[in-house]
């Protein structure tokens, strides 16, 4: 089993940045990659950005040039470096982690931007 424990979310204004970190723990060898996901509401879930094993990266099309995903795998950690932000970013923002035959989800972290 995988454990992610998720912080870092808040209120910001817009233009502004915020830094979410997604700390696992457990069998940490079986997750092949990990990914931001964000729920609007009224929305469905969708993919934020994702990172590989190997550090190979994906963004969704309208974060791209404003967000940055990285991992320290001495710490075992996840990171969404989120600058530039918009009030269309503002949604509860959850970090997932990926098996082969499994995905273990966050508790989810809210992410406010006002204008």
């Known amino acids: 089993q995988v454990q992610l424990v998720e912080s870092g979310g808040g209120l910001v204004q817009a233009g502004g940045s915020l830094r979410l970190s997604c700390a696992a723990s457990g069998r940490i060898f079986s997750i092949n990659f990990m990914g931001w996901y964000r729920q609007a509401p009224g929305k469905q879930r969708e993919l934020v950005a994702d990172i590989t094993s190997g550090g190979g990266t994906n963004y969704k099309d309208s974060v791209k040039g404003r967000f940055t995903i990285s991992r320290d795998n001495a710490k075992n950690t996840v990171y969404l470096q989120m600058n530039s932000l918009k009030p269309e970013d503002t949604a509860v923002y959850y970090c997932?982690?990926?098996?082969?035959?499994?995905?273990?989800w966050g508790q989810g972290t809210q992410v406010t931007v006002y204008s």
């Open positions: 997932a982690a990926h098996m082969v035959a499994d995905t273990t």
